[in-house]
T-cell receptor, first 115, second 113 residues
Framework: DAKTTQPNSMESNEEEPVHLPCNHSTISGTDYIHWYRQLPSQGPEYVIHGLTSNVNNRMASLAIAEDRKSSTLILHRATLRDAAVYYC????????????????FGKGTLLTVNP | DGGITQSPKYLFRKEGQNVTLSCEQNLNHDAMYWYRQDPGQGLRLIYYSQIVNDFQKGDIAEGYSVSREKKESFPLTVTSAQKNPTAFYLC????????????FGQGTRLTVV
């Protein structure tokens, strides 16, 4: 399985941008890069995903390196509600004919937002 | 409302008993997943299913069993063979495909005493 590496924790100040890095040096050509976040005692929620090009949505932006071996989740203005564990994962294709789509999480990055 | 529902939210069981956790979705998703989360840890994949009547083991399947008799339902049984069953269990569903997002339930916190 393709693996991702993230810092254990990061800290930010409210209303400042946050750049959350993720390394995925063994990514394959068909793996999509997904980001989820999890608040305490809740299920994770989807944030964003991409393949090769940078992506933007109402929650965040995703910057993908040209060689696809790393990516960065960008929160443009952090709020206290953004304090969570952020997971970078690769959507894994396996099985006969590429029919099994595993969804494997690592330990993520704990983001602390200071008021 | 469309969504994925896990029940119950909290569950207590005596050691040695099997217990079944419920997961239901009305999103018409083909794929469903079960994860275990221990305090301060990430999510570990237990089982996943891409289609009715088919499922695959994840990374920590020992001591667990699942069934997928209906598209909407993917119950997880924690058997007495699971040595450390106390944990937070999360269910998810998605359309099949690498570019699709997954939706998670709110989780079941299982405590075995």
């Amino acid at each position: 399985d393709a693996k991702t590496t993230q810092p254990n924790s990061m800290e930010s100040n409210e209303e400042e941008p946050v750049h959350l890095p993720c390394n995925h040096s063994t990514i394959s050509g068909t793996d999509y890069i997904h980001w989820y976040r999890q608040l305490p005692s809740q299920g994770p929620e989807y944030v964003i995903h991409g393949l090769t090009s940078n992506v933007n949505n109402r929650m965040a932006s995703l910057a993908i390196a040209e060689d696809r071996k790393s990516s960065t989740l960008i929160l443009h203005r952090a709020t206290l509600r953004d304090a969570a564990v952020y997971y970078c994962i690769l959507r894994d294709v396996s099985g006969s004919g590429g029919s099994n789509y595993k969804l494997t999480f690592g330990k993520g990055t704990l983001l602390t937002v200071n008021p | 409302d469309g969504g994925i529902t896990q029940s119950p939210k909290y569950l207590f069981r005596k050691e040695g008993q099997n217990v079944t956790l419920s997961c239901e979705q009305n999103l018409n998703h083909d794929a469903m997943y079960w994860y275990r989360q221990d305090p301060g840890q990430g999510l570990r994949l237990i089982y996943y299913s891409q289609i009715v009547n088919d499922f695959q083991k994840g990374d920590i399947a020992e001591g667990y069993s699942v069934s997928r008799e209906k598209k909407e339902s993917f119950p997880l049984t924690v058997t007495s063979a699971q040595k450390n069953p106390t944990a937070f269990y999360l269910c998810a569903s998605s359309y099949r495909g690498a570019a699709t997002e997954a939706f998670f339930g709110q989780g079941t916190r299982l405590t075995v005493v």
